[in-house]
T-cell receptor
Framework: DGGITQSPKYLFRKEGQNVTLSCEQN?????MYWYRQDPGQGLRLIYY???????QKGDIAEGYSVSREKKESFPLTVTSAQKNPTAFYLC???????????FGDGTRLSIL | QQPVQSPQAVILREGEDAVINCSSS?????VHWYRQKHGEAPVFLMI?????EQKGHDKISASFNEKKQQSSLYLTASQLSYSGTYFC??????????????FGTGTRLTIIP
C-alpha cells in the first residue's frame, strides 16, 4: 500500500544539536509539506516543496532547513537555532492543490 | 491570515447534530477539512473548491460560501467515532500559484454516550 513514512516516531535532542526527521512517500506525489503542531494548537507550515530541488519557506521556517533531492524524500533538519523545538512534527504530500494532503504518523521531538 | 474556527470546543450526546464554522479574511480558492484524533495524524474528510458547491458523504457534509469566505462542516446524528479535533485548511487565491494551506486552530468535538 502507498503512504507516507515518518521516522523516528520519537526523537530527543540535546542542547546545541541538529537533528533530522525523515519523511518518505511512495504515492508519486509532487508536493510535500512539513508542519509543526504544539499541544492544543493547529498545524503551522514550516516548509513546502512542489517539485524536486525546489522548496519554499512556510510561516515558521526560522531554525529549520529542508532538502528535496528526490521526489520521494523531504527530510527536515531542526537546527540548534530553533530554541523551542519540542513539538509534534507532521509530514504531508499531495498531487496538486485540488487533492487532499496525506499525512504521515508524525515525529514527536523533545529536548533532553 | 489564519482562518478562524468556531466553536473552539463542543460536547454532544450521541445522535445530536453539530456545525463547525471556518472563516477567512482573504479570498479563498479552496477549503479542506480534516479530523485528528489525539496523538494521531489528521485524516482527510473533504475538499470544497471555489464555486460554492456543497459536498458530503454519509452523515458528514460541508458547504463553501466564497462570497463570505466561509465554510461550514455539518455532522448529523453524531457517532462516538466522530470525536476528535476538526481542522479547516484554506488556500487563498494567488497570482503566484501559492499552493500552501493555512490551518485553523481547530474545533474539539467530544461525543458522549
Amino acid at each position: 500500500d502507498g503512504g507516507i513514512t515518518q521516522s523516528p516516531k520519537y526523537l530527543f535532542r540535546k542542547e546545541g544539536q541538529n537533528v533530522t526527521l525523515s519523511c518518505e512517500q511512495n504515492l508519486n506525489h509532487d508536493a510535500m509539506y512539513w508542519y509543526r503542531q504544539d499541544p492544543g494548537q493547529g498545524l503551522r507550515l514550516i516548509y513546502y516543496s512542489q517539485i524536486v530541488n525546489d522548496f519554499q519557506k512556510g510561516d515558521i521556517a526560522e531554525g529549520y532547513s529542508v532538502s528535496r533531492e528526490k521526489k520521494e524524500s523531504f527530510p527536515l533538519t531542526v537546527t540548534s537555532a530553533q530554541k523551542n523545538p519540542t513539538a509534534f512534527y507532521l509530514c504531508a504530500s499531495n498531487r496538486d492543490r485540488d487533492q487532499p494532503q496525506h499525512f504521515g504518523d508524525g515525529t514527536r521531538l523533545s529536548i533532553l | 491570515q489564519q482562518p478562524v474556527q468556531s466553536p473552539q470546543a463542543v460536547i454532544l450526546r450521541e445522535g445530536e447534530d453539530a456545525v463547525i464554522n471556518c472563516s477567512s479574511s482573504k479570498a479563498l480558492y479552496s477549503v479542506h477539512w480534516y479530523r485528528q484524533k489525539h496523538g494521531e495524524a489528521p485524516v482527510f474528510l473533504m475538499i470544497l473548491l471555489k464555486g460554492g458547491e456543497q459536498k458530503g458523504h454519509d452523515k458528514i457534509s460541508a458547504s463553501f460560501n466564497e462570497k463570505k469566505q466561509q465554510s461550514s462542516l455539518y455532522l448529523t446524528a453524531s457517532q462516538l467515532s466522530y470525536s476528535g479535533t476538526y481542522f479547516c485548511g484554506t488556500a487563498v487565491i494567488s497570482n503566484f500559484g501559492n499552493e500552501k494551506l493555512t490551518f485553523g486552530t481547530g474545533t474539539r468535538l467530544t461525543i458522549i454516550p
